[in-house]
């Protein structure tokens, strides 16, 4: 592990671990960075400590970050070394230097409310009773706003049209229900996310995490809204309207600039990827490394077989579209 001047100094204020690390991963984020940093020092819980990594801003990100540091030595560290290339990428860096054990994933543009840290640890001890070394993820609602912080939405997931409780990693495959900024991981879980190949195989963090707690551990999802979620111009990944109407424009769109087909052609290589790189993680159940060394397959078989295999494996999301897999 390459050592940072920031996690160095940390070593040296900090008598003990604390029981949660935030992960947050900054870039060009001056504008909102203090509201996030201030929701997340009025938290109820306040056994954890605070990680960010700045990826090459050159805003005034960093002065900020380094103002919080001074004002809270105790509870912020600036890791300090090179560029990681992207928001998940950034995240996943960080996991090497989170010791703690557990870990939650934090955009530099929301705001938290005061007992999110709070309801996720909870939550999360119900969940490892009798699973302590198994990966365990939990992730909540969030409550979707614009750029000043204006209700657009109670919930993300009724806004998104997502089905929380689609959770069965065959699912998951297809589509991630949790944003990472929900998520609570344990320690287990962040060793886990560490065997991968490629962040290309991966796709995103979050996506990652989540397809590795349903398969070798347990998800738990709390329906509570624990964030503001702000959408502005700058979101790496925002919430989408996926309503029937939204769909159909997205879909006539795709069609007109001919990207539709290949659209799915892609979905099909990151479902392919992401069965690969789980078989690699560990030690799976005859059952479940059976039905990932089949999607691993696909290329290989009919569009009748891809039919069958969906359906059986209920390999899809919640509009159940399996059947694209077999247009491809």
Not at 58 to 83: C, M, N, R, W
Not at 110 to 134: F, P, R
Not at 273 to 282: C, D, I, P, R
Request: proline content about 2%; hydrophobic content about 40%.
């Amino acid at each position: 592990m390459v050592e940072t001047e920031g996690y160095i100094s940390v070593l040296r204020s900090v008598n003990k671990l604390a029981k949660i690390a935030v992960l947050l991963a900054t870039y060009q984020g001056e504008t909102y960075l203090s509201e996030q940093l201030d929701s997340l020092l009025q938290q109820t819980f306040q056994d954890f400590v605070i990680y960010i990594h700045d990826d090459g801003s050159s805003d005034g990100t960093l002065q900020v970050i380094q103002d919080y540091a001074k004002q809270y030595p105790e509870k912020i560290v600036l890791l300090t070394y090179e560029k990681a290339g992207g928001s998940a990428a950034n995240f996943m860096s960080m996991l090497r230097y989170a010791k703690e054990p557990y870990i939650m994933f934090c955009d530099q543009d929301d705001v938290w409310l005061s007992d999110k840290i709070e309801q996720s640890y909870q939550t999360m001890k119900c969940i490892e009773e009798g699973a302590e070394n198994h990966p365990c993820l939990v992730f909540t609602d969030l409550r979707v706003v614009d750029q000043n912080l204006q209700t657009i939405s109670e919930s993300f997931m009724t806004y998104t049209k997502r089905n929380p409780y689609r959770t069965a990693y065959t699912q998951l495959l297809v589509q991630n229900v949790a944003p990472g900024c929900t998520m609570m991981i344990n320690q287990t879980l962040a060793k886990y996310m560490q065997r991968y190949t490629s962040m290309e195989a991966i796709q995103m963090h979050d996506w990652w995490a989540i397809l590795i707690a349903s398969a070798y551990g347990k998800v738990s999802y709390l329906a509570n809204a624990t964030i503001l979620y702000r959408q502005h111009i700058q979101n790496v990944v925002g919430a989408v309207d996926r309503s029937l109407p939204a769909r159909l424009k997205n879909c006539i769109s795709a069609y007109q600039k001919g990207t539709y087909i290949s659209m799915k052609r892609e979905g099909m290589k990151n479902l392919i990827a992401f069965a690969e790189n789980l078989l690699q993680v560990g030690d799976l159940p005859v059952e479940k490394r059976e039905t990932l060394e089949g999607i691993c397959c696909f290329p290989s078989m009919s569009k009748l077989q891809r039919i069958r295999f969906c359906k059986k494996y209920d390999v899809s999301t919640y509009q159940r579209n399996w059947w694209f897999l077999c247009w491809v």
